[in-house]
């Protein structure tokens, strides 16, 4: 487990792409202590781990796969309309160098 | 070649063949026009949420089945979550913890030799949008954003670009087979990721692992491992192995050499966990074995068929089966009752020749099997020659009409007995010093008198009952 | 406007009110209102009569809370990232409430996408409450809880990821309700954790939240958690019946002996609650207090912040000013992402997602997020064991009445009670739940809640129901209160 640091707070921030004030960090340091503090509680419940983590709010879902039937696409007016730059019919950005995935 | 053994897996990204996306009503179709496949959820609009298209799902349920997995009691689905500009939700639907598919195990070949390929797992998840590069400016199209695609991901278990390119084959056949996927590398349908790693042949502990991301040709695959076995060898050899890092390359073409694009520390934590969007889905034993009855013989099972069954060379067999279509065709004339020498004789030379020379699909070629069939009928009436049946193909084939059309009477074939009998005996007693030869021994004057024959009918008299006819008179 | 929807319906079918008349009225006090207690982000002083039909909620105006997406309409999840935000299709809650002629008004203030509980961190401002402007309203849903206190129309859309509906309402003196997970399809409301979101409403009257309640549900093909609930009619299910009901409390929350220094508040709240229990039993509902472990009550809050902030760094990772939203500078893409979300995000928010981040990394899940997955489960199938021999869990809201805004510092500290966050169990399970409106402690409004099991939802609204009837606080208006 890595500690949570000052340090590891900013490096999450920025892999969030959200920057933090120095204040900003300390209370994130302070609220996580807390959680830190009742949740290692937890790992003293009795056979905690047998427990099937709850992923989703019921277990009880009843549901249809969609049928494989396409829409027509949004008007490329409303696609775009709240875009900050477009190029056509595209969205623009600055030119993307590297790659993810 | 390197002194060590290389050790290669593979993952393996196809997309799929649907009407709409994996978990948006979308269309799921190649589009010229930018943005103009979209459905709200592919761009991300605040408040959409994900559907999961059942096609999908059973495609994929289908393909996991083909590599022998084992499918997971409930079905669900993973985030991805990593930020980058063609992905709008800052997640990629994906499946992590139950894939459709794990511990599958197939067998492949590779230069004639059956190999067994161990699978890890193979899962459905989402594609990303498109990128297009300007001087200084990106411009992004989310057509692509939410299409389907297959992941497929081998254990280490591969050694050589051989056996790798020819895995590779291998399932983009059985994509095609099962109806799937168009698998068209060219239109960007299937991607790869690589990795490579060296070790002594008798050593029992991997070397260090090189990953080769996102590789768009099954050519550039097999370049990008020998490079990489090349480089890492060469480094082992020289006592620089530990410059071999544990990292993520990309192959550049033009170069022809892989570059180093993050080093292991540098990996993404992608923070999965699952989505709570789309509930957990209990696969039906009964829509299995629906799926299941549905998957056709695959490549190499009918290969295996064609020769055992049918009597055709390892060559001939491993032509038809090479594309789905070429084996339906010859099924079709099976079952038309040409004979299957006869069919696979046609198909491997007259017709592949004519669709890879005029570069059409099988599918869309003129000369349908019934088609085919007519000319075949009339050899076999013997009422044309092979060549002239020959001619007769091309002319079809260029003219989009019937065989039949082109068969006159004028072209019959002579086949009756008695008038080539007359024939026969006028040639052999015009011929009588070569008709002493044969006798005494010169066997192979027997195709002069052959030669003699058509040369007298004009190349109507048919040969086999010509043959028939002179054996009879000459060994008398 | 100060009336109940079916007052306000027999009114213009007898003409002696119509549709426009209601919505002049509403849009005139929501600028009072705006002016007062600063509860709207968008007033639509556009909005238009409807043709008055059987249905009860032709003709009447309503409030949007901001989360919801309105076509046409701006919609901002009351965040900067999304301050001009115009979305192009309308939630499908909301198109149900269209399609049966009700007129939205205004779009409400919350706590920026839903993510706090004071009212106080929305882009446009503080939300105070009507009932003492020193005061908050508590949240999310603030804009809302206030409005239909304040009497601008006697509904508002609320969306309740911990207690977002329940808490605000118990503080405004109105009722808060959201129907079992699912029942109201989540298409179109901007997500905070998606697998505890609900969509649900703030009314001033047991029966106004059945009716508004019975048109926004149904299932839709646009999310995949909603499910048929065609066969439930919560209006028509109301009929005081409860005699022989069983409910149960929770003694370790509410004996004034499990708290060593207990307020004056704490005091009377409890007290009050007590007094709600007496009222139970003349209706005839049988009452048991019983045990839970207090561990687990312990682990609650820690609990509903892990789940909650992990999911919501997803859910918010569109949020990026590429497609929508005002784009950020910077000399790259991901710098102006960068730049979009520092600017955009408010801090409580920011420090949210970092600590979301930090537990769902790999090597902190198991820990961490699973084991805050495991605890839900207990909490959940606990309550689930109750609900095999009780109705409903009837609990107090909070440990009293609503919080000064000076003090309020929306941080989770060491002394949070379970007694204020125990509402979140119904988000945990997608229970049904509802707080109605239970007295008043220095004046000032206090509220009891009742959540019950899954699908269970007319159960659930007609106890609340039948208690309503039996207290003075149906459909009261806030009046606020001289302080000095």
Redesign the interface.
């Given at each position: 487990m890595s500690k949570f640091t000052s340090e590891l707070v900013d490096d999450l921030a920025a892999k969030l792409l959200i920057g933090l004030s120095h204040e900003e960090n300390e209370m994130v340091l302070d609220e996580f202590a807390i959680i830190d503090e009742n949740l290692s509680k937890v790992e003293d419940f009795e056979n905690i781990k047998n427990i099937e983590p709850m992923t989703h709010c019921l277990d009880d879902f009843t549901f249809t796969l969609r049928e494989d039937v396409a829409s027509e696409s949004i008007p490329i007016d409303e696609a775009l309309k709240n875009c900050g730059k477009t190029e056509g019919r595209e969205v623009e950005v600055p030119k993307v160098v590297g790659g993810e995935n | 070649m390197s002194k060590y053994k290389a050790v290669i897996g593979l993952e393996m990204h196809c997309e799929l063949k649907?009407?709409?996306k994996v978990f948006s009503?979308?269309?799921?179709s190649y589009n010229e026009?930018?943005?103009?496949?979209?459905?709200?959820v592919d761009?991300?609009?605040?408040?959409?949420?994900?559907?999961?298209?059942?096609?999908?799902?059973r495609d994929a349920l289908m393909m996991s089945m083909v590599l022998n997995c084992k499918q997971p009691e409930y079905m669900?689905f993973d985030?991805k979550?990593?930020?980058?500009?063609?992905?709008?939700?800052?997640?990629?639907i994906t499946q992590m913890d139950a894939p459709v598919g794990i511990d599958g195990h197939i067998e492949i070949e590779c230069n004639g030799k059956r190999i067994p390929i161990d699978i890890h797992d193979i899962h459905l998840e989402e594609d990303?949008a498109s990128?297009?590069?300007?001087?200084?400016?990106?411009?992004?199209?989310?057509n692509r954003a939410g299409v389907p695609l297959l992941e497929l991901v081998t254990e280490p278990c591969l050694h050589s670009a051989e056996e790798a390119v020819a895995f590779l084959e291998h399932m983009r056949s059985a994509y095609k087979y099962c109806d799937v996927s168009e698998a068209d590398t060219k239109k960007g349908q299937i991607r790869c990721d690589v990795n490579v790693s060296i070790m002594e042949p008798d050593a029992t502990e991997f070397g260090t692992r090189v990953e080769i991301?996102?590789i768009n040709s099954f050519g550039n695959v097999y370049d990008a491992i020998n490079y990489e076995i090349k480089r890492q060898s060469e480094l082992k050899m020289q006592g620089r192995y530990d410059e071999v890092e544990q990292e993520t390359r990309?192959f550049d073409e033009e170069s022809g050499t892989t570059i180093r694009?993050r080093s292991k520390v540098d990996a993404i934590?992608y923070?999965?966990?699952?989505?709570?969007?789309?509930?957990?889905?209990k696969i039906d034993k009964k829509w299995l074995e629906e799926i299941k009855k549905e998957i056709p013989l695959l490549a190499l099972e009918r290969k295996d068929k064609y020769m055992q069954e049918l009597d055709l060379s390892d060559y001939d067999a491993g032509v038809i089966v090479k594309e789905r279509e070429y084996a339906e065709y010859f099924e079709e004339c099976l079952d038309l009752g040409i004979d299957a020498k006869t069919a696979s004789n046609w198909l491997t030379t007259q017709i592949l020749g004519e669709i890879n020379r005029e570069e059409v699909n099988l599918k869309d070629f003129y000369l349908t099997p019934v088609l085919l069939k007519q000319i075949i009928d009339e050899i076999k009436n013997g009422t044309i020659s092979s060549k002239q049946a020959k001619e007769i193909f091309y002319k079809a084939v260029e003219e989009k009409k019937e065989p039949k059309s082109f068969i006159s009477s004028d072209m019959a074939q002579i086949s009756n007995k008695e008038e080539l009998e007359k024939v026969i005996i006028s040639i052999l007693e015009e011929n009588q010093s070569q008709v002493e030869a044969y006798k005494n021994g010169k066997d192979n004057l027997f195709d002069y008198f052959v030669g003699q024959v058509m040369k007298n009918t004009r190349g109507k008299a048919n040969p086999v009952v010509t043959k028939e006819i002179l054996k009879e008179k000459l060994d008398k | 406007m100060d009336k109940t929807i079916e007052e306000l319906h027999e009114m213009l079918k007898n003409g002696s009110v119509s549709s426009q008349e209601l919505v002049n009225e509403a849009i005139k006090k929501s600028h009072e209102i705006q002016e007062k207690y600063n509860a709207f982000v968008t007033i639509l002083d556009d909005a238009k009569e409807t043709k008055v039909t059987d249905n009860l909620l032709s003709g009447i105006p309503f409030g949007i809370k901001d989360n919801y997406s309105t076509k046409d309409i701006l919609s901002t999840g009351s965040s900067n990232t999304l301050k001009d935000y115009v979305p192009f299709y309308t939630a499908t809650a909301v198109q149900n409430l269209l399609d049966a002629g009700a007129i939205p008004v205004n779009k409400t203030v919350l706590d920026e996408f839903g993510m706090g509980g004071t009212g106080t961190t929305g882009h446009t401002g503080i939300v105070k409450n009507p009932w003492d402007s020193t005061r908050m309203t508590a949240g999310s849903s603030a804009g809302s809880a206030c409005a239909v206190a304040a009497g601008v129309y006697p509904y508002a859309l609320g969306s309740d990821t911990g207690d977002s509906i329940r808490k605000p309402a118990a503080f405004c003196g109105i009722v808060g309700y959201k129907p079992t997970y699912g029942m109201i399809s989540r298409y179109g409301l901007f997500p905070f954790a998606s697998s505890l979101d609900h969509c649900g409403v703030l009314t001033r009257s047991v029966a106004d939240a059945a009716i508004v309640t019975d048109t926004m549900k149904g299932i839709d093909e646009h999310d995949m958690t909603s499910w048929d609930s065609s066969d439930i009619h919560l209006y028509e299910s109301l009929n005081r019946e409860v005699k022989g009901k069983k409910l149960c409390y929770i003694k370790e929350l509410c004996d004034i002996e499990s708290y060593e220094n207990p307020t004056d508040e704490l005091k009377l709240h409890l007290e009050n609650f007590k007094k709600s229990l007496e009222i139970c039993s003349s209706l005839g509902i049988e009452i048991e207090a019983v045990s839970v472990d207090k561990k687990l009550l312990d682990a609650l809050p820690s609990v509903y912040v892990a789940i909650s902030c992990a999911e919501a760094t997803s859910n918010m990772s569109n949020l990026t000013g590429i497609i929508f939203g005002p784009r950020g500078e910077g000399k790259n893409v991901m710098e102006m992402m960068m730049d979009h979300r520092t600017k955009g995000f408010s801090p409580l928010i920011k420090r949210r997602f970092v600590i979301g981040s930090y537990i769902l990394q790999k090597e902190n899940q198991e820990r961490y997020f699973k084991n805050a997955q495991r605890v839900r489960r207990l909490l959940v199938d606990t309550w689930k064991k109750l609900f095999e021999t009780y109705d409903a869990v009837i609990l107090p809201v909070g440990s009293g009445p609503a919080k000064h805004l000076d003090g309020s510092k929306d941080i989770l500290t060491k002394d949070t009670a379970a007694l204020e966050e125990h509402l979140q169990i119904g988000n945990f399970g997608g229970f049904p739940s509802i707080t109605i409106p239970s007295g008043f402690i220095n004046k000032l409004p206090v509220a009891l809640n009742i959540t019950g099991n899954c699908y269970d939802d007319a159960n659930i609204l007609n106890i609340a129901y039948a208690m309503e009837s039996k207290m003075p606080y149906k459909n009261q208006i806030a009046k606020e209160v001289n302080h000095e």
């Open positions: - | 649907s009407n709409s009503s979308g269309r799921n026009t930018p943005n103009d496949n979209i459905a709200a761009m991300a609009f605040p408040g959409t949420l994900p559907v999961v298209n059942k096609k999908c799902v669900y985030r979550n990593y930020y980058y500009p063609d992905l709008p939700k800052g997640y990629q990303a990128l297009d590069h300007y001087y200084d400016t990106s411009c992004i199209d989310y991301k996102n990309r694009m934590d923070k999965y966990f699952v989505d709570p969007n789309l509930p957990k889905f | -």
